[in-house]
């Protein structure tokens, strides 16, 4: 069974950085693309950028290209997404989401809220 | 990069009816369409994917049709339970890119 276990939800202040992280389990992590989907409070769903775990090719969308940093460890099955600067216009639920053969399978939803 | 567009922006029906949900591609994604329903506080739910493959789990009232830019998502009869707002996605394999349409209301007339 395929599953996307996020981490837990994250209460920042302006300018610190984070990584949170997408631990996947139940197929081949290093063969399938897995990406970050924000969602801001009462907003739609927004792509943010997709890794190839097996070579770390690294796809942003035009919005979020030097934002955020998409990466894997491909030992223990895990994708992260990182800030070195929050904003409180970060503050989002942020989902990870993997397509194995058209399937789209998401993980439980980080939510990281940044405030002074 | 893609740009996918959803109409309507809500749509009102009655329970038993049938909604018709429609989404745009500025070029054509092949049968890399995907369509998604989340309800408040949840994750996106997977209903549809390939164009018109149901996901597992996923009742037959929930189709998809479509080809190239232009896609449909149609509940035959609706269901208290299917009040929420549905999403369109396009994940092209190259370039590797993904975009989600804007997403459509569907709320109780």
């Known amino acids: 069974e395929v599953q996307l276990v996020q981490s837990g939800a994250e209460v920042k202040k302006p300018g610190e950085s984070l990584r949170i992280s997408c631990k996947a389990s139940?197929?081949?992590?290093?063969?399938?693309?897995i990406g970050w989907v924000r969602q801001m409070p009462g907003k739609g769903l927004e792509w943010m950028g997709i890794i190839y775990p097996a070579d770390s090719d690294t796809r942003y969308s035009p919005s979020f290209q030097g934002q955020v940093t998409i990466s894997a460890d491909t030992s223990i099955t895990t994708a992260y997404l990182q800030w070195s600067g929050l904003k409180a216009s970060d503050t989002a639920m942020y989902y990870c989401?993997?397509?194995?053969?058209?399937?789209?399978?998401w993980g439980q939803g980080t939510l990281v809220t940044v405030s002074s | 990069e893609i740009v996918m567009t959803q109409s309507p922006a809500t749509l009102s029906v009655s329970p038993g009816e049938r909604a018709t949900l429609s989404c745009r591609a500025s070029q054509s994604v092949g049968t890399n369409l995907a369509w998604y329903q989340q309800k408040p506080g949840q994750a996106p739910r997977l209903l549809i994917y390939?164009?018109?493959t149901r996901a597992t789990g996923i009742p037959a009232r929930f189709s998809g049709s479509g080809s190239g830019t232009e896609f449909t998502l149609t509940i035959s009869s609706l269901q208290s339970e299917d009040f929420a707002v549905y999403y369109c996605?396009?994940?092209?394999?190259?370039?590797?890119?993904?975009?989600f349409g804007q997403g459509t209301k569907v709320e109780i007339k």
């Open positions: 989401v993997a397509v194995i053969g058209g399937e789209g399978y």
């Open positions: 996605q396009q994940y092209s394999d190259w370039p590797p890119r993904w975009t």
């Open positions: 390939y164009v018109s």
């Open positions: 139940g197929y081949t992590f290093t063969t399938y693309w």
